[in-house]
C-alpha cells in the first residue's frame, strides 16, 4: 500500500527555521498533489500550503512569506521550508497527498494522510 512518512519536525526558538519532508513510498504511478496541514491542541486541521505535479503552489494567508512548499518528484518527497517561526505555529504538521497507484486490476486514484509530526516553537 502507499504510505507517506513525515520527518524534520522539532523543538526551535521563536525566528528559528525548520525543513519538513514527506516520502511517499509503495505502488506509485503518479502523485497528483502533495500538502502540509497543522493541528494545534484544540484546534481544527487546517491547511497550511499544496503543491501539484505541475508546480502550482497554494499557501494559507499566514504562512505566506515564511514558509515555502517545494517537490522532487523522483525522490516522491515534498518539503515544507519554515522562517521566522512564531510561538503560535506549535502544532502537529500532516502531509497529505492525491495519488493515482497501482492496483491488482489496474491503477486507482486515493488520498493518504501520514502519521504527523510535530513542531514546537518556544523560548
Known amino acids: 500500500q502507499v504510505q507517506l512518512v513525515e520527518s524534520g519536525g522539532g523543538l526551535v526558538q521563536p525566528g528559528g527555521s525548520l525543513r519538513l519532508s514527506c516520502v511517499a513510498s509503495?505502488?506509485?504511478?503518479?502523485?497528483?498533489?502533495m500538502g502540509w496541514y497543522r493541528q494545534a491542541p484544540g484546534k481544527q486541521r487546517e491547511l497550511v500550503a499544496t503543491?501539484?505535479?505541475?508546480?502550482?503552489?497554494n499557501y494559507a494567508d499566514s504562512m505566506k512569506g515564511r514558509f515555502t512548499i517545494s517537490e522532487d518528484n523522483a525522490k516522491n518527497t515534498v518539503y515544507l521550508q519554515m522562517n521566522s517561526l512564531k510561538t503560535e505555529d506549535t502544532a502537529v504538521y500532516y502531509c497529505?497527498?492525491?495519488?493515482?497507484?497501482?492496483?491488482?486490476?489496474?491503477?486507482?486514484?486515493?488520498?493518504?494522510w501520514g502519521q504527523g509530526t510535530q513542531v514546537t516553537v518556544s523560548s
Open positions: 497529505n497527498a492525491n495519488i493515482t497507484r497501482y492496483t491488482s486490476y489496474g491503477k486507482g486514484t486515493t488520498g493518504r
Open positions: 503543491v501539484t505535479t505541475g508546480g502550482t503552489t
Open positions: 509503495g505502488m506509485i504511478f503518479r502523485i497528483n498533489a
